[in-house]
C-alpha cells in the first residue's frame, strides 16, 4: 500500500508539474499543491513536517534499540544496556541517541548532513544484508523462521554497494567525513569495551558514573532469563 501511494504521488507530481518547473523548483510537493490547491497550498508543507516527524521518531527508537543491544552483547558500554524500571524502556540508550542527533544538527549545511548520513546507513544496512547471505551460504543448515527467495538479498547488496561507492565518485570529501564519522566508534569500543585491564581507578570512575545514571534515570540491568 506504501508503495501504491508514493507511485501514485509521484504519477500525479509528473501530470501537474513539468520538467522545467521540477528543475527550478526547491521542492516539487509545494510546487505541485501551489498549482492544485491555491489558498490551501499551506496543508502540504504542514503535512510533510508530520510525515518527517513521525519518521524521525520511528528512527530514533528503533536506532537508540541498536545501542542498547549491543550494549547487551558486550560490543558498546554497559550503561546503554539498562532498562527503565517503571517503563521498561531503554531510556540511557534512547538519550543517548537523542544527544548524537544533536550533535548532527551542529551542521548548517543540511544536505551535507544527508549525505554523511546516508552514506553510513547503506554501509551498515548493505553490511547486515550481506551477512545474511553469508550464512546461508556458511550455515546452510540454520532455522529461519523467515524465508524468501535469494535473488532478493542479492539485488538489495548489489544497490547497496551501488550507494556506497558512487558518493565516493560523486562527492569524495563529504563520503570520506562520513567515513571518519564510523571512524569515531573504534577508540570507544577499544577503552570501553576490549581493554580489559583497566586501572582501578579507570574502572570506579565508570561504576560511579553508572550508579549515578542508575539513579537519576531509575535504570537497572535488564534481568536475564534462564535457559
Known amino acids: 500500500m506504501v508503495t501504491v501511494i508514493y507511485v501514485l504521488a509521484n504519477v500525479a507530481y509528473f501530470t501537474v508539474v513539468s520538467p522545467q518547473e521540477m528543475i527550478a523548483s526547491e521542492a516539487v510537493a ?20 508530520l510525515s518527517t516527524f513521525g519518521g524521525v521518531n520511528g528512527i530514533l527508537f528503533t536506532t537508540s534499540r541498536l545501542f542498547y543491544v549491543g550494549s547487551r552483547e558486550g560490543h558498546m558500554p554497559e550503561i546503554l544496556s539498562f532498562v527503565q524500571v517503571k517503563r521498561l524502556t531503554p531510556a540511557p540508550a534512547v538519550i543517548f ?114 550508579i549515578a545514571i542508575q539513579k537519576l534515570l531509575l535504570v537497572l540491568p535488564e534481568e536475564k532469563k534462564d535457559v
Open 30 to 49: 509545494v510546487t505541485f499543491a501551489q498549482r492544485m490547491y491555491g489558498v490551501m497550498a499551506w496543508i502540504m508543507p504542514v503535512f510533510v513536517a
Open 97 to 210: 541517541m537523542g544527544i548524537a542527533s544533536l550533535l548532527y544538527l551542529v551542521s548548517t549545511d543540511m544536505y551535507k548532513l544527508i549525505n554523511y548520513v546516508s552514506f553510513v546507513n547503506w554501509l551498515a544496512i548493505g553490511l547486515s544484508v550481506f551477512s545474511l547471505l553469508y550464512f546461508r551460504w556458511k550455515r546452510p543448515e540454520m532455522h529461519r523462521p523467515i524465508k524468501v527467495w535469494i535473488g532478493w538479498p542479492v539485488i538489495y547488496v548489489a544497490a547497496s554497494v551501488f550507494l556506497v561507492v558512487m558518493p565516493f565518485y560523486s562527492n569524495f570529501l563529504e563520503t570520506a567525513l562520513g567515513c571518519a564519522i564510523i571512524i569515531t566508534g573504534i577508540p570507544v569500543y577499544i577503552v570501553c569495551v576490549k581493554w580489559q585491564s583497566k586501572p582501578r581507578s579507570f574502572n570506579r570512575f565508570i561504576d560511579k558514573m553508572n
